[in-house]
Each structure stands twice: as structure tokens, then as C-alpha cells.
């Protein structure tokens, strides 16, 4: 299909702004800077180092021969199942292909593993034949803690399985990484390498995303001369108006800028998986300086006066099996003149264009917020405070405890003295329910909720959090957020610390009704998880953001629906 053009239903104050701002951007010559890497596009930093990614399909198309092989290594029957293990841009790409295309006759069925929550791990490794499981650990730097720790797991439980582990894990890196050195040693079956100059988040069309497409058995070749059709209608000599990258990184970013903030992604049902990918790349790319495109993924669509004023609809429509619900809804929100932007897909073999026309928007939305959108700043401080927690339990055996400001059954709350403070003093009463409204009611217009969970990420799970969102969005009229860690530290943790201090959080912790031991290590799968929310927590406080954590004992998924229950009586008062 030949790449579209977002259709655009705006506001007329929102049209002419989006409208002069894409004139100013080609009397600027933008398009050309940004294919030309010029870094002054941005903040003048070190924007032009991460610009790989505008060639790399090109590349792929020039050079296929190493996904030709990965493609017959997965044809050959040796493997039922091929396993990624990776975290942010190293996983969600395969997640979404995995996702929406499923299990292709004659290839391994593709899973990822992006959580170090024991339980999880667990349910992976119980539906696996390890004998007949090819393990992909995917790390940009070679260096990032979870792959390294499912690296670990997997290969003592591969070796004590069937003996020879090597011949059953490959890995995709960067050039001189320290785990291409490991995969060397190792005598891993084969080492596939990404493009240092591209950033993990707009890696899905390089290795790290095709790669695992090959393996699974998509036509990788096909995949990518699709994308390229949309890196031409992204060209540097194509007006802004007639771009589809430009345009919708324009309208993203001058929305922002006059307070539609809260990205809403509205998705088919056959291209949903796309959304988390989304939440990467557009979070972690503007979420920082203060600033932010919050996105929110995977939030029932309501009526148009369930919602505040900071609101931009992004309506990813298949046209081949669209949904009528979500077309009538959708259809409401435009007669109400909730600002909307339609990107129609008629052809899931075409889903490469929406990886690369996002990529471009998420350039250019950066230009409009005045950000570099490549780095990644408090991630890094999240990774910081992650690991001088491990290093403490390696040497003293134990993390830091706490003691809770309240307590009830099998749920406790943990904050820091400035939350507490304030919390007390909004208190209606001394209960679950009470506190848990003190929290909620911080949440002011232009506010944003979000659920950090640390548990397994499961149906039954996820349905539990849906239910707290939408309490709290309909007595709030709040955009409201749901990850679950340590995976969101990937992905919208950076615009949790890093943009604007409009998130009002509730970090839910577990107790692991069982752990994995990491081999060689005193850590296990559980302490990393408990240190990871741990840094999580502290760099949110140290941020001054309005964050509660609920710690759930006992049986988690019951604990959960319990948080569930009260947080929709707090919401409702």
C-alpha cells in the first residue's frame, strides 16, 4: 500500500497552527537538515550521532544475506519455539511483530521475555521445550542488567536440559559490546550486529527488529521494501504538507505545545501491539527538560465529556476489519471537537511504514518541544540507583526496608516524608480507601495517572489495572497510564522523571510467592525486580513526584483485586 497521510480533524485554532508551522518548516529547509543530520535542528548537542536509522533500511535492502540465513535456520525444524530476551527497544519491535502476525506455518513460534518478575519467567519457561528453544539476547551495549540476568538463567537451565546450550542462543549486539565478547566465548550458534549510531528505540527496522522477524518467518525483504516506500514519502525533498512523517511530527508537537499532551492512542484490534512500541519511542524521546508527549495506550475509548482538554487522539484504523465501536466513538469525539488525527492501515505487511513514518514524527515532534530526542537522561538515573541497591544485596545479603504509613490486611503503603505529609493532611479518614483518595484528588486539570506494577504481566493482571484507570479517569477526568516493571523503566519511565511534574503515581510492589536464583550470582530474579522498583521509587521522590507505593502479601493477584476494589471507592469520593 502506498504510504498515507494523516487525516486530520482539528480545531481551527489547531489547524492554522499546525498549518503555519509546517510552512515554517520548509522556508526552513527542515526535512533536508534532519536527513542531513544536522544536530542544530534540535538543541545543537549530540542529535547528529543517532541518526543511523534513516539509512538503515536502505542497508538491510543492499545487504539481506544474514536474513536470508536467520530466515533458514528457522525453516529448518530444529526449533519449536525462539525466545528474545531483551528489554526496551531490544524487545518491543519483536513483541509487536510476535503480537500481530502470530505463529507462521514451518517457523518457531516467537515470545519475549522483558521482565525480571519470577513469576513471569516462570510461565515462559513452563511452555517451553528447552531442547527445541532458539534463545535471541538481544543488548544494544551489551552491559543492561535484565538481558544479562535472563542470559544467565536460561543458559544454566538450556545446559542442565539438553548439555550443549551454545548451539541454542544467538545474540544481536553492538560491534565491540561487552556481550559480543560473551557470545564469542560462549560459542553462541551466531552474533548478528546492530548500528551503534541508532538508538534502541528506533532500532525496529535494523537488526534487533528484523532478525526476529526473520526467525519467525515474516519475509523480511518484503517487510522492508514496504518500510522503504515510506522513507521516500519521508524524503528530504517532499513539502511538509504532502509528508506523512513531517505532518504528523508536526501536528504532535504543536499540539503539545498549546496543552494536547496526553498522546491517546486508539487502535484496531489487529494492530493494538503497535501501541506499546509507540509508548517507547514517543515518551522516551520527548519526555525530558520538563517536557513531555505523554502517550497513554490501551484506555477504553468513552464519551467525549470523559475527558479533559489535554487530549490528542491518534486513531490507528485497519481498514480491512475496522472496529464499529470504536469507529462510532471515535466518530463522537469529532462531532465534540476532541482534536484527532487518523493514520489508515490497509495491510498488516505494511506495519514497517508506521515503524518509520513514527520514527520521523518523533524527530520532528522534537524540534517543535525544543528537546533532543535521543537521549535518554533519567533512565540512566533509574539504572544508577538500580544498581548500587544490587551491589548492597550482593555484599550485605539484604536491600534497604521501610516502614509503611499504613497498613491494611495484605496491602501497605510506602512513601517518602514529603508525600506523607502532604497525603495526611488531604486524609478523609484512616483507612485503604482513605488514603488511597487523598492520592487520587492530588490530581489536578492537565494531570496524569499512572500505575507502575510490579508483578507478573498477565490477562487477569492488566484487566485489575484497567479497572483502577478507569475509576479514576471517570471521577478525575485524568489521562491515566499503565506499565508494568521493570519494563516501563525502558519506556515511559524517562517522562515519568524527566517531563513535566504532572504525574500523580501509584508504584504497586509484590511479595514473590516464588523466586529463580540467577546462577552465579547471590541475586535472584525477585531481589532485582525489588531493587529495580526500589531506584524506581527513590529517583520519582527525588524528583518531587506525587508517588504512593502499594505493597501487596500473600496470593498477588488477590492482594491486587483488593487495591483494585478500594482504589475505586477512593476514586468515587
Not at 264 to 293: D, N
Not at 441 to 450: A, E, I, K, S, V
Not at 495 to 505: E, H, S
Request: charged share 20%; hydrophobic share 45%; aromatic share 8%.
Amino acid at each position: 500500500m502506498n504510504p498515507t497521510l494523516p487525516v486530520l480533524y482539528l480545531s481551527a485554532k489547531l489547524r492554522s497552527a499546525v498549518d503555519h508551522a509546517l510552512t515554517a518548516w520548509d522556508a526552513a529547509g527542515n526535512t533536508l537538515r534532519l536527513w542531513a543530520r544536522d544536530s542544530t535542528l534540535w538543541t545543537g548537542a549530540d542529535e547528529s550521532r543517532w541518526l543511523g536509522w534513516l539509512d538503515v533500511i536502505g542497508e538491510q535492502l543492499t545487504d539481506p544475506g544474514h536474513l536470508a540465513g536467520v530466515a533458514a535456520l528457522g525453516r529448518s525444524g530444529e526449533f519449536d519455539d525462539a525466545v528474545v530476551l531483551g528489554m526496551g527497544g531490544s524487545s518491543l519491535a519483536p513483541e509487536v511483530l510476535a503480537s500481530t502476525f502470530g505463529a507462521q506455518p514451518g517457523f518457531p513460534r516467537l515470545s519475549i521475555l522483558d521482565s525480571t518478575d519470577p513469576a513471569q519467567a516462570r510461565a515462559l519457561e513452563q511452555r517451553l521445550n528447552l531442547g527445541r528453544t532458539l534463545f535471541v539476547v538481544a543488548s544494544k551495549s551489551g552491559s543492561t542488567l535484565e538481558p544479562n540476568v535472563f542470559h544467565a538463567y536460561f543458559w544454566e537451565r538450556v545446559r542442565q536440559a539438553a548439555g550443549d546450550a551454545g548451539s541454542r542462543f544467538l545474540a544481536i549486539t553492538d560491534p565491540g559490546s561487552p556481550f559480543a565478547r560473551v557470545a564469542a566465548e560462549a560459542g553462541f550458534r551466531l552474533t548478528l550486529y546492530g548500528v551503534p549510531e541508532i538508538g534502541g528505540r528506533f532500532s525496529a527496522l535494523s537488526n534487533f527488529g528484523m532478525v526476529p522477524a526473520a526467525l519467525m518467518g515474516l519475509d523480511a525483504g518484503d517487510f522492508l521494501a514496504r518500510a522503504d516506500q515510506m522513507a521516500r514519502a519521508c524524503g528530504a525533498a517532499v513539502p511538509a504538507a504532502r509528508n506523512p512523517g513531517v505532518m504528523l511530527g508536526t501536528v504532535l508537537g504543536v499540539a503539545a505545545n498549546q496543552g494536547h499532551d496526553k498522546m491517546t492512542i486508539v487502535a484496531s484490534p489487529a494492530l493494538a501491539a503497535l501501541g506499546a512500541w509507540l509508548e517507547q519511542l514517543i515518551a522516551e524521546s520527548t519526555g525530558k527538560e520538563g517536557k513531555a508527549i505523554i502517550p497513554v495506550d490501551r484506555e477504553p475509548l468513552g464519551a467525549p465529556e470523559e475527558y479533559g482538554a489535554d487530549r490528542l487522539f491518534v486513531y490507528l484504523r485497519y481498514s480491512a476489519a475496522p472496529d464499529a465501536r470504536q469507529d462510532a466513538a471515535v466518530a463522537a469525539l469529532r462531532a465534540a471537537g476532541r482534536p484527532v488525527v487518523e493514520l489508515p492501515a490497509g495491510d498488516l505487511r505494511d506495519l514497517g511504514q508506521e515503524f518509520f513514518r513514527w520514527e520521523i514524527a518523533t524527530a520532528v515532534a522534537g524540534h517543535f518541544l525544543g528537546i533532543n530526542p535521543f537521549n535518554q537522561p533519567d533512565v540512566e538515573a533509574s539504572k544508577i540507583a538500580t544498581r548500587q541497591l544490587t551491589e548492597a544485596y550482593e555484599s550485605a545479603g539484604a536491600l534497604p526496608g521501610g516502614t509503611p504509613v499504613f497498613e491494611q490486611g495484605d496491602v501497605q503503603l510506602f512513601t517518602d516524608e514529603e508525600n506523607a505529609a502532604d497525603l495526611r493532611a488531604r486524609l478523609p479518614e484512616e483507612s485503604l480507601a482513605g488514603w488511597l483518595s487523598a492520592h487520587v484528588h492530588r490530581l489536578t486539570p492537565g494531570d496524569y495517572f499512572g500505575l507502575l506494577a510490579y508483578v507478573e504481566m498477565n490477562p487477569r493482571h492488566e484487566e485489575l489495572l484497567m479497572r483502577m484507570r478507569l475509576a479514576v479517569r471517570a471521577a478525575r477526568k485524568a489521562a491515566t497510564c499503565a506499565g508494568f516493571g521493570p519494563r516501563f523503566l525502558h519506556s515511559t519511565g524517562q517522562a515519568y522523571k524527566g517531563g513535566p511534574n504532572t504525574g500523580v503515581f501509584l508504584q504497586i510492589t509484590c511479595e514473590d510467592e516464588a523466586d529463580l536464583p540467577i546462577p552465579g550470582r547471590r541475586l535472584t530474579f525477585g531481589v532485582v525486580k525489588a531493587a529495580q522498583a526500589q531506584g524506581d521509587f527513590q529517583v520519582l521522590a527525588e524528583r518531587r513526584r506525587r508517588v504512593l507505593r502499594a505493597h501487596l502479601r500473600g496470593a498477588v493477584t488477590g492482594a491486587l483485586s483488593r487495591l483494585a476494589e478500594a482504589v475505586e471507592v477512593a476514586a468515587s469520593r
